[in-house]
């Protein structure tokens, strides 16, 4: 049992900001560590110590933790864990928020996580195969009509490719995935499905479940869902906790199917998985769609929680550990967020070589909403010589909590628009005309197959 007034020492791994920020909150935090791969200025001048170092490489975590001595470890990338960091510092004593790298699968496979559900007839799971090669292939696209390309390993969220979206013809698809062949790849082909999105993510310790607010995340790269599909470009959230295409029985839908697989996981692998269960979902007129799991937290999504979470989260995390989060009420701000994040000004590709990386977000940091209803999160940036320098991910996010979705927007807006140097945003995450596509689009659906019933 800990003792009421004891201190806890805590190591982060991966991108890492947001999850510094909610644990530089706690009235329990002594110590924090980070190991990450970028010279981040705001983790630099917030933590305790600050390693650079691969984070994929078990080892250096190892070297890390007998260096600190951490009370436990927080993973918050998904490639650590795919690499088994998690099961390194459990091997040394260290506990973790996060998976190992079996119970990652949930992740770093798309296969496993499809027959997963499948086994454990857990609903959501859309029509699909998974192909090593074309042997059957062709067949099974023409059998689904419009269909989904996904890699079935990480890709960073840049991977899938969507008929009608990014490709058009079937044999487009097809040569897609004759790339991923020649890569040594298998895919995963699912059926196109035809809906709005949203993530719900949950704290899960093994038994018992805790669940936070849907988010809508936007992964292509520019304004009215267009361009490349990205790791997210910016999320928001309602002050209800719902969103303005889902009701009650949707969210508590998805939560169900977070608990069952998290306990579906446990009854596969022997395992306690105790970390972050993150559902990629999809309402459509044939109900729920499970889209993709994540097996930590989402980002920008952990933005917007970090910013509205009420409850200590080393007091969660410490919790999840235990196996008591029965016993703790997590609870979160009625209040919207935006969350907008400024890229470089070609992303999702890799910088030009002669491209000015310095950005200024002095005029930002001087708003009078600073530190009250807005705050910067750094990501994947470096500092030199007191300047902010990019690299060839995204940069950092400005997220804005207000009573209402459009207060939250315009101060996000007015932040992210006063950034200095060659990046850009999307101008239009949160906004009344995307809120209104968004629920126009549902509203279709469902007279389409209203329509159908009643014909």
Not at 19 to 35: I, R
Not at 281 to 308: C, H, Q, W
Not at 394 to 402: G, I, P
């Amino acid at each position: 049992m800990q003792a009421v007034n004891e201190k806890f020492d805590v190591m982060i791994i991966g991108k890492s900001f947001a999850l510094m920020t909610m644990c530089k909150a706690s009235t329990k935090l002594n110590g924090l560590y980070v190991l990450s791969d970028y010279a981040n200025p705001g983790i630099i001048k917030e933590a305790t110590n600050y390693k650079i170092a691969d984070t994929n490489n078990p080892e250096n975590a190892v070297e890390y933790a007998k260096l600190i001595r951490p009370h436990f470890a927080i993973i918050a990338s998904e490639d650590p864990l795919a690499h088994g960091v998690a099961d390194a510092l459990l091997n040394i004593g260290v506990p973790c928020i996060g998976p190992t790298q079996s119970l990652a699968r949930l992740e770093s496979s798309k296969s496993f996580t499809r027959q997963l559900l499948e086994k454990y007839d857990i609903p959501g799971n859309p029509a699909y195969r998974r192909f090593h090669d074309e042997n059957g292939l062709a067949e099974f696209v023409r059998e689904l009509g419009e269909f989904v390309v996904k890699p079935d390993g990480l890709t960073g969220g840049k991977g899938v490719r969507v008929m009608g979206d990014h490709f058009t013809t079937v044999e487009e698809g097809l040569a897609y995935c004759r790339e991923l062949f020649s890569q040594n790849g298998s895919v995963v082909i699912e059926e196109r499905l035809d809906g709005e999105e949203f993530s719900f993510q949950s704290f899960f310790d093994g038994k018992h479940i805790a669940h936070m607010v849907p988010i809508q995340d936007h992964k292509r790269a520019h304004n009215d869902d267009t361009g490349p599909n990205t790791g997210g470009m910016g999320s928001y959230s309602c002050a209800d906790h719902l969103l303005p295409f889902l009701t009650a029985d949707d969210v508590k839908a998805a939560g169900e199917i977070n608990r069952r697989v998290g306990e579906a996981l446990f009854l596969e692998t022997g395992e306690e998985y105790k970390g972050i269960l993150y559902g990629g979902f999809m309402i459509t007129k044939k109900g729920l769609r499970v889209i993709e799991y994540n097996a930590r937290f989402g980002d920008p999504e952990v933005m917007n929680i970090a910013s509205l979470l009420e409850t200590d989260f080393v007091a969660i995390c410490l919790a999840v550990i235990d196996g008591t989060l029965d016993r703790l009420p997590v609870e979160f701000r009625r209040q919207a967020s935006v969350c907008k994040y400024i890229v470089p000004r070609n992303y999702p590709e890799k910088l030009p070589k002669d491209m000015d990386i310095r950005i200024n977000i002095d005029d930002a940091l001087a708003s009078p909403e600073f530190g009250k209803r807005l705050r910067v999160y750094y990501s994947a940036i470096n500092e030199k010589d007191g300047a902010i320098e990019m690299t060839d991910s995204r940069s950092l996010a400005f997220v804005a909590v207000a009573d209402t979705l459009t207060e939250a927007e315009g101060i996000a807006e007015t932040a992210a628009s006063s950034v200095k140097g060659n990046v850009f945003h999307r101008t239009d995450i949160g906004t009344p005309p995307l809120i209104k596509k968004r629920v126009e689009h549902m509203e279709r659906l469902f007279e389409i197959e209203r329509r159908r019933q009643f014909a």
